[in-house]
């Protein structure tokens, strides 16, 4: 397919490079040309850009999908309580579904979150879920570029909801045979979900596993002050040492919230090229704490943003997120200045790209056709001083009027072109309704001698 974006008011290549009234070529899955007055090839489709802004598709580093299922409930309790209420019992439930054999519900609740994202801008999402094909096949179907990072954890979970670790493992290798195609639109990743999660045995697997076979690695890490103080007690080293000391840390992996870090360990992560991903808005209502974004920033470390799960966040929307960041990030240091526009955009664009291991984030020759047009008309918009602040500062998911991924126009004026939206969503309502209220049914628990208190099976 051939498609030629003519006449866009702004394209932002990246935070710094703005071009106006400017034309992007994208042939096949690739971009071609960015310029002005490009030629349009025979056959190509024509999207007149006027009075929009063309972005590269935002960036999802970080989700759970099946937390789809769970939005709006779990307010007012902290992690592993949440954990204990909210997860495990739906968990257990899928679970029960996954072991008959229906990926149904997988493919509704993965449905749902594609096409949220998909309307708010983003094009690509990492999602560490409860693994499942039907959530890989609705990527497939809507048109999403996603990475499934394949959850692995063998302690501390409750043992109704737990997998034997050769089983893991086996099931791990297994989604990579039939869903990774680094050539295509959906990859895999090994998602260890948190260090106290994983024994030593499995994260060194995790390790050996992703070099062989080229994997990127996905890891929650030092989400809450109480698991950096049990891991100091339990290991003698923090999360972050012992990664290190298992030979983890390195530019494959990508660690998620990283909020109580000391000042070493932040010089640890930028020395051996980690990306940290940023889920401001689920670190706020789980009252897990601040990253410290500014000080990562002065350390050299990359942050992308994730919008977490919905029993979290409780949304899919990437702009609300890069709001909520920056704000964040200004509160923190004390300082308006400490995250700039162009820090957050990043963030959202060619950082998350980075944390996904895809070859996109920028607009520029050669780079993966994932493009946002954003409709700059609307009230809230105007007048439009600074493109890159009125973006980050204003604009909502439903100024995004297409979307495209993989060079394919997978939204065209709101309108979603791959599959039946509404029929999906009414199905999914239905579904979700009916194994959430048999989750709050669940028996499910976790051993409560276990001493550490942070994470769950997130």
């Known amino acids: 397919m051939t498609l030629l974006i003519r006449r866009a008011t702004y394209l932002l290549r990246d935070a710094n490079r703005i071009e106006l009234d400017a034309d992007l070529l994208i042939e096949g899955s690739r971009i ?14 024509v999207i007149d850009a006027k009075g929009c802004a063309v972005i590269p598709g935002l960036v999802n580093a970080h989700t759970h999908l099946y937390q789809n299922l769970l939005k709006g ?29 229906n990926e149904r519900p997988a493919y509704l609740w993965s449905a749902l ?5 998909i309307r708010a801008g983003t094009t690509c999402c990492q999602n560490l879920d409860v693994s499942m094909d039907g959530i890989f096949q609705a990527w497939s179907d809507i048109g999403l570029r996603g990475v499934g990072a394949i959850t692995l954890a063998d302690d501390w979970i409750p043992s109704d909801v737990m997998t034997e670790s050769d089983k893991l493992k086996q099931s791990a ?27 030593a ?6 390790r050996d596993t992703a070099q062989a076979l080229d994997l990127g690695i996905h890891i929650h890490l030092s989400e809450t002050a109480t698991e950096v103080e049990e891991s100091l007690r339990d290991w003698g080293i923090g ?35 980690v990306t ?3 889920c401001p808005k689920s670190n706020m209502k789980l009252a897990d704490g601040l990253m410290p974004w500014p000080a990562l920033k002065t350390a050299g470390v990359p942050v992308a943003l994730g919008n977490d799960g919905c029993a979290s966040n409780d949304t899919l929307d990437m702009w609300e997120e890069m709001r ?24 959202a664009t060619e950082i998350g790209a980075r944390a996904c291991r895809v070859d996109a984030g920028t607009l520029d020759p050669g780079r993966l056709a994932d493009v946002a047009i954003v409709d700059l008309s609307a009230s809230h918009l105007r007048p439009v001083h600074d493109v890159l602040g009125t973006l980050v500062y204003c604009a909502r998911a439903g100024d995004v009027r297409d979307t495209i991924i993989d060079g394919q126009i997978v939204m065209r004026e709101r309108h979603i072109r791959t599959v039946d939206e509404a029929t999906l969503i009414e199905e999914a309502d239905v579904v979700g309704q009916e194994l959430y209220a048999r989750a709050q049914r669940s028996t499910v628990k976790r051993d409560q001698s276990s001493t550490v208190l942070t994470g769950g099976s997130k």
């Open 32 to 45: 071609t040309s960015v310029g002005r007055d490009l030629p349009a090839p025979s056959q190509a489709e």
């Open 73 to 101: 409930v779990g307010s007012g309790l902290r992690l592993v309580p949440w954990c204990d209420a909210v997860l495990f019992p739906i968990v257990d439930v899928i679970l029960q579904e996954k072991r008959t054999g």
């Open 113 to 117: 979150g594609t096409l949220e994202m």
């Open 173 to 199: 290798l297994d989604y990579v045979e039939r869903w990774h195609n680094p050539a295509g639109r959906i990859t895999i990743s090994l998602g260890p979900s948190t260090p106290f999660l994983c024994s």
């Open 201 to 206: 045995d499995l994260l060194a697997w995790v």
């Open 239 to 273: 999360p972050i040492e012992r990664l290190e000391q298992l030979r983890l840390l390195g530019a494959r992996l990508s660690a998620v919230h990283c909020v109580h870090l000391a000042t070493t360990e932040m010089d640890l992560l930028a020395r051996q090229g």
């Open 276 to 278: 940290v991903v940023h």
């Open 324 to 347: 909520t960041a920056t704000l964040l990030g200004s509160i923190g240091a004390g300082d308006p200045a400490a995250i700039t526009p162009a820090d957050i955009f990043r963030a």
